[in-house]
C-alpha cells in the first residue's frame, strides 16, 4: 500500500513532485477544478444564504475515479495544488470528494517546483485556509449570478450568444469609452520653434527650443517641451525676429541623474512586458509561464521548474535568491555593476500576498543560454526576459550626465529664452541587461549629445525651424495597457486578466488590430444597455469596491455571505424593475424607404439596427420590405443567385453569409428553411476513420447553433468532440488533443494537459 497520495492540479506538476519525493509518494492530478457550478442552471440558493451546489462536471469524472481509487491504497492524502485562492479552492474541493474532512486535511505549499523547495513544504504541512476558500467561492458565485442573469437579457435584447460579465463588462466599457473619447477628440493646431545654433568658432549644430517670448507679444501657451503658439502667423511673427536675433549662451547647468531598475515581475507586469516585447497576448504569456513553472527537462538535472509561481502580485525575492543573484551579477557582470545590499521592492497592490515571492528564475545561475537547448522559441523567449529583468533588479543604477543650457536671442528689444537639454550615459548599469518597454512613450534615457559650453558664449545661427502640431487623441488600448489599466483601477484579478481579455473578443464584443483594441457595434450597445439599466455593473468603483471586499473576505474580515447578500439585493430589485423594460436596439432615423413606394407600400421609416456584423439602416416594415444599407449609405447587395436547386422545395439556392459564415440556402427562406453550409476544416484527420477530416459543426437539436466538431465522412463516420481538435497529437499516448478555454490543450484519451491548468471558470 502506498504510503502517501499527493494531488497537484496537472500531469506535468505531478510527474516533477514525483521524482522529488520518491517512491513513499504518489502523485495524482485533479487537472484543475474537480467540482464547479452547474452549467445547466444558476446552481445558487439565493433564498438559503447563496448556498452554492457543486457537481462534478462530466469532463472531470475520469480524474474523480483515479482519485478515488489512488486514495483507497494510500495511507494519507497531502494536498499540494497552487499557492492561491483558486489552489486553496481545488484542495478544498478534492478532500470534500475523497471524503476527508477539509478541517483536517493536511495542505502544502509552496512558490517554485524545485527539490529544496518541495523536501522544505513537506516538512511544514498546514492545514486548509477556508477564508481564501470561501473568497474564491463568493468571487464564483458572485461571476455565475452576474453571468447567469444578466446573459439571457442579452441574448433576448440584443442577439445570441453574448454574455455580461462582473470584470468582463467593465474591462468592455474601457475599451468603448476610449473610443468615444478618440471619436469626440477635436484636434487643436498649434506650433513649436527650434533654431538650430552652433558655437561661433566651431561647427558643432544643436537644437534648442523656444521657452520664452517676450511680454506681450501675442498669446501662447507653455509646455513641457518649450512654448506653443496658437497659429502659423503667430509663429511666423516671432520666427521673423529669432532670424534676425544675435544668440548667446545664458546658464549652463550639468548634474549626475541616475536610474534604478524596474521591480522583478507579478503576474500584471509579466504580462504587459510581453505584449510590449514579445507580441504575447496575455494567454500565451500565461501558459508558456505555466510550463516553465511546473518543470522542464533539463540535460543532467531531469524536470526542473524554471520560474517561481506565476500568479503573483508580490515584488519580495527570497533573500537565497537575492544572494544567488548578486553572485550571479559579481561573476557575469564584475564588482562595478553588483550592489553592497540587495535592493528591495515593496508591494503596493491591496491584498498582494507578500508570502508569495514575484516571477524569478528558481536559479539565477541557470542562464538563459544555458537551458536553450531545452526549451522552444516561445518558452527560452519568456524565460529570457524573466531571467534578464530578475537579475537586473539587483544591478547598480544606470547614471547620465545631463547638460542643460539656456541661450538668450537678442533682436532689438525682443529678447527670446531657449533651452536645450542633451545626456550621455556614464555608466549602463543595469541597461547593460535590461530596461523596461512602454507603449506610447518615448525612451527617456535616450541620449542627446551637446557640446561643451560656458556662459556668454556667442553662438551662430543656422536656421530657424517652426513646427506644426495637432494635439493626439488618447491612444486605443493595447493588451498591455489595457492589463495595466485594470490593474491600476482595482478590477479583477491579473490571474484573470487572459480569460477576461480572450472573452470579449471572443463575443465579438471587441476585435485586436495593430496591437489595439477597437470595440464593434455589438459592444457599444451592449456597454450602454448595462449602462443605462444596470449602472453598477459596468461602473469603475464600484466593481473596485467588490474585489476589495473580496480580499477582506480572504482576510476574515468579512464573511462571504454578507458580500453577496450587498451586492444581489440591489441587483435583484433591479432586474425585476428594468426586465421587460429594455427593448431591443433600434434608432428611428427622420428618412422614409426608397424600397416601399417601388414595392406598392406606403413607406416607413427608416431604422438603425444591429445585426450579426454590426450596426445596418433598414426599413422599419421588415419583413414585408428587405431594404437594407450601411451606414456608409452603401445599398448592400442581394445574394449570389446558383443555378443549383433547393432539394426541399425546388428554388434556387443563393450564396448568403450568416453569422457563423458564408453559407448556401434557399431563396425561399422564410418558407424553406433549407441550408447548406460550406466545410470549416480544422486541418486535423478524424482519429476514427483515419480517411476523413474534422470540420466545424452547428447543432440543430440541444442547444442549437452550438459549435461541435465531425468526421465529415458522417454518416459513414459519426467520430464527434465538442471541444476544437489540434493537430498536435497527445505527447503521452499520441491520441487527439483539444483546445481548452484556458488555452492549454487536453488529451481527449488519457486526459494529458499541455500548457496553463484550468482556472477558475470563464464569466458568464
Not at 226 to 249: F, K, M, N, P, Q
Not at 491 to 504: D, E, Q, V
Request: glycine share 8%; with cysteine.
Amino acid at each position: 500500500m502506498t504510503k502517501t497520495l499527493v494531488v497537484v492540479e496537472s500531469p506535468t506538476k505531478a510527474k516533477t513532485l514525483e521524482r522529488y519525493l520518491g517512491p513513499d509518494y504518489t502523485v495524482r492530478a485533479s487537472y484543475g477544478h474537480i467540482r464547479d457550478l452547474p452549467k445547466s442552471k444558476l446552481g445558487v440558493d439565493t433564498d438559503r444564504e447563496f448556498e452554492p451546489e457543486y457537481v462534478i462536471p462530466e469532463a472531470s469524472e475520469k480524474a474523480v475515479r483515479a482519485l478515488r481509487s489512488a486514495h483507497k491504497k494510500a495511507e494519507e492524502l497531502v494536498l499540494a495544488t497552487d499557492f492561491d485562492r483558486e489552489g486553496e479552492a481545488i484542495a478544498y474541493h478534492v478532500a470534500e470528494v475523497l471524503k476527508v474532512d477539509p478541517a483536517t486535511a493536511k495542505r502544502v505549499t509552496f512558490t517554485e517546483i524545485t527539490r529544496d523547495a518541495i523536501l522544505d513544504a513537506f516538512q511544514h504541512p498546514r492545514a486548509i485556509d477556508l477564508r481564501l476558500v470561501e473568497a474564491q467561492q463568493a468571487r464564483r458565485i458572485l461571476d455565475r449570478l452576474v453571468g447567469y442573469r444578466l446573459s439571457p437579457i442579452l441574448w433576448k435584447k440584443v442577439r445570441p450568444g453574448l454574455s455580461a460579465g462582473r470584470v468582463q463588462s467593465v474591462a468592455l466599457r474601457l475599451i468603448v469609452d476610449r473610443e468615444r473619447e478618440i471619436r469626440a477628440f477635436v484636434p487643436v493646431e498649434y506650433w513649436s520653434v527650434d533654431v538650430r545654433v552652433t558655437p561661433e568658432d566651431e561647427d558643432a549644430p544643436f537644437l534648442a527650443r523656444l521657452i520664452e517670448i517676450p511680454q506681450g507679444k501675442l498669446a501662447a501657451s507653455p509646455d513641457k517641451k518649450g512654448i506653443t503658439l496658437s497659429t502659423e502667423a503667430d509663429a511666423a511673427r516671432h520666427v521673423d525676429r529669432l532670424r534676425v536675433a544675435g544668440y548667446r549662451v545664458l546658464e549652463v547647468r550639468e548634474k549626475e541623474i541616475k536610474r534604478t531598475p524596474a521591480a522583478p515581475f507579478t503576474t500584471s507586469t509579466l504580462q504587459q512586458e510581453a505584449a510590449r516585447k514579445l507580441g504575447f497576448g496575455a494567454r500565451r504569456t500565461m501558459r508558456v509561464a505555466q510550463q516553465l513553472y511546473e518543470g522542464i527537462d533539463l540535460p543532467g538535472e531531469g524536470r526542473v521548474g524554471l520560474i517561481t509561481y506565476m500568479r503573483t502580485d508580490s515584488k519580495t525575492i527570497a533573500e537565497s535568491a537575492l544572494r544567488e543573484i548578486a553572485e550571479v551579477v559579481r561573476t557575469e557582470f564584475g564588482a562595478a555593476y553588483t550592489l553592497k545590499q540587495p535592493r528591495r521592492y515593496k508591494t503596493k497592490q491591496r491584498g498582494a500576498q507578500e508570502a508569495h515571492e514575484a516571477i524569478r528564475p528558481t536559479s539565477a545561475m541557470r542562464s538563459p543560454d544555458r537551458v536553450a537547448g531545452a526549451l522552444d522559441k516561445g518558452q527560452l523567449a519568456l524565460y529570457r526576459l524573466i531571467w534578464q529583468r530578475t537579475v537586473a533588479s539587483q544591478m547598480a543604477e544606470a547614471r547620465f550626465d545631463q547638460v542643460s543650457l539656456d541661450v538668450e536671442a537678442t533682436a532689438g528689444d525682443d529678447r527670446y529664452l531657449l533651452r536645450a537639454t542633451g545626456q550621455t550615459m556614464k555608466f549602463d548599469g543595469f541597461r547593460r541587461v535590461y530596461f523596461e518597454g512602454r507603449d506610447d512613450a518615448a525612451d527617456e534615457d535616450a541620449e542627446s549629445a551637446i557640446p561643451r559650453l560656458s556662459a556668454q558664449q556667442v553662438l551662430r545661427l543656422l536656421e530657424v525651424l517652426p513646427d506644426q502640431h495637432f494635439t493626439q487623441p488618447p491612444p486605443r488600448f493595447t493588451e498591455a495597457s489595457l492589463v495595466k489599466s485594470l490593474e491600476e483601477l482595482g478590477i479583477g484579478r491579473p490571474s484573470t486578466y487572459a480569460s477576461i481579455i480572450w472573452t470579449l473578443q471572443d463575443r465579438g464584443y471587441v476585435r485586436l488590430e495593430d496591437k489595439r483594441f477597437f470595440p464593434e457595434d455589438v459592444g457599444e450597445v451592449v456597454t450602454d444597455l448595462l449602462i443605462e439599466f444596470f449602472p453598477d455593473i459596468v461602473d469603475v468603483n464600484f466593481t473596485a469596491k467588490l474585489e476589495e471586499d473580496l480580499d477582506q473576505i480572504a482576510e476574515g474580515a468579512m464573511g462571504w455571505v454578507q458580500v453577496l447578500d450587498e451586492f444581489y439585493g440591489p441587483f435583484e430589485r433591479l432586474l425585476e424593475k428594468n426586465e421587460e423594460e429594455i427593448q431591443r436596439f433600434e434608432e428611428v432615423l427622420d428618412e422614409r424607404c426608397p424600397l416601399c413606394p417601388q414595392e406598392g407600400r406606403e413607406p416607413g421609416p427608416l431604422v438603425i439596427k444591429l445585426g450579426r456584423y454590426g450596426k445596418f439602416i433598414g426599413c422599419s416594415s421588415w419583413p414585408d420590405c428587405s431594404y437594407i444599407r450601411n451606414l456608409d449609405g452603401q445599398v448592400r447587395k442581394e445574394p449570389e443567385i446558383l443555378e443549383e436547386t433547393c432539394p426541399e422545395c425546388g428554388r434556387h439556392l443563393a450564396k448568403k453569409m450568416g453569422r457563423f459564415g458564408p453559407f448556401i440556402g434557399c431563396t425561399g427562406y422564410p418558407d424553406c428553411k433549407y441550408i447548406k453550409r460550406e466545410e470549416q476544416k480544422t486541418g486535423v484527420t478524424c482519429p476514427k476513420c483515419g480517411q476523413g477530416d474534422l470540420v466545424v459543426k452547428r447543432a440543430r437539436r440541444g442547444k442549437r447553433g452550438s459549435v461541435f466538431y465531425g468526421c465529415n465522412r458522417y454518416p459513414d463516420c459519426d467520430f464527434t468532440v465538442g471541444q476544437r481538435p489540434v493537430p498536435e497529437p497527445c505527447p503521452n499516448c499520441g491520441s487527439l488533443m483539444v483546445q481548452q478555454k484556458d488555452g492549454s490543450t487536453k488529451c481527449t484519451s488519457c486526459g494529458t494537459i499541455v500548457g496553463a491548468v484550468a482556472e477558475s471558470a470563464a464569466e458568464g
